[in-house]
Nanobody
């Protein structure tokens, strides 16, 4: 499967953005999808996970209540709606897919089989 992420950009503090990630094949029922990010000069970190068929979602504490992950099975696309953005949300955001359905495996990145190219999100203060 190939992943194509889009929707990044420059936004002011408090603003919103929606990232999209389209998968080239299979349906969202086949695998889990999620988002990670890599802030400048920091390690890549888990952001959100969605096991669409089971409706299971999981978020990093830093984005809980502000970010929402959702999927459109008909479009093989997963979204990340980001509200109340902060400068510390500035990062390259990566879409990911994997067959491991366990949220715990996604928190450490071990559940990921395929990474998409990143999309830059910059939040100005």
């Amino acid at each position: 499967v190939q992943l194509q992420a889009s929707g990044g950009g420059l936004v002011q503090t408090g603003g919103s953005l929606t990232l999209s990630c389209a998968a080239s094949e299979h349906s969202l029922d086949t695998y889990a999808m999620g988002w990670f990010r890599q802030p400048p000069e920091k390690e890549r970190e888990f952001v959100a996970f969605n096991r669409y068929s089971g409706g299971t979602t999981k978020y990093a504490d830093s984005v809980k209540g502000r970010f929402t992950i959702s999927g459109d099975n008909a479009k093989n696309t997963v979204y990340l709606r980001m509200n109340s953005l902060k400068p510390e949300d500035t990062a390259v955001y990566y879409c990911a897919a994997g067959f491991d359905p366990r949220p715990s495996s996604w928190e450490n990145g071990n559940g990921v089989d395929t990474w998409g190219k990143g999309t830059q999100v910059t939040v100005s203060s």
